[in-house]
Nanobody, 113 residues
Framework: QVQLVESGGGLVQAGGSLRLSCAAS????????MGWYRQAPGKQRELIAS???????NYADSVEGRFTISRDNAKNTVYLQMSSLKAEDSAVYYC???????WGQGTQVTVSS
């Protein structure tokens, strides 16, 4: 069974950067699109970035130009490079294998202003 494990979260000052990683176990990683979501306290989980199996990326308006999603199919890993972080980016970040019920456990990102 496929599992996803996120890492790379932490505490960072506003304006700083972090890179999140999501490592997938199992086979056929390259076949699925992958997405990064986030959920702040009291808010719904929202899709912020996705990448197709072929590497085409899409972003939510709130992160466009600041975040970059990428994937390394040889390493079964998807990344989220986050720059120019703002306090409102604070949330638990999850990766998701699109079209499945597979989610990671989440990693906390806290941006201090």
């Amino acid at each position: 069974q496929v599992q996803l494990v996120e890492s790379g979260g932490g505490l960072v000052q506003a304006g700083g950067s972090l890179r999140l990683s999501c490592a997938a176990s199992g086979s056929d990683f390259s076949r699925n699109a992958m997405g990064w979501y986030r959920q702040a306290p009291g808010k719904q989980r929202e899709l912020i970035a996705s990448i197709t199996s072929g590497g085409l990326a899409n972003y939510a308006d709130s992160v466009e130009g600041r975040f970059t999603i990428s994937r390394d199919n040889a390493k079964n890993t998807v990344y989220l490079q986050m720059s120019s972080l703002k306090a409102e980016d604070s949330a638990v970040y999850y990766c998701h294998r699109v079209g499945t019920r597979v989610w990671g456990q989440g990693t906390q990102v806290t941006v201090s202003s």
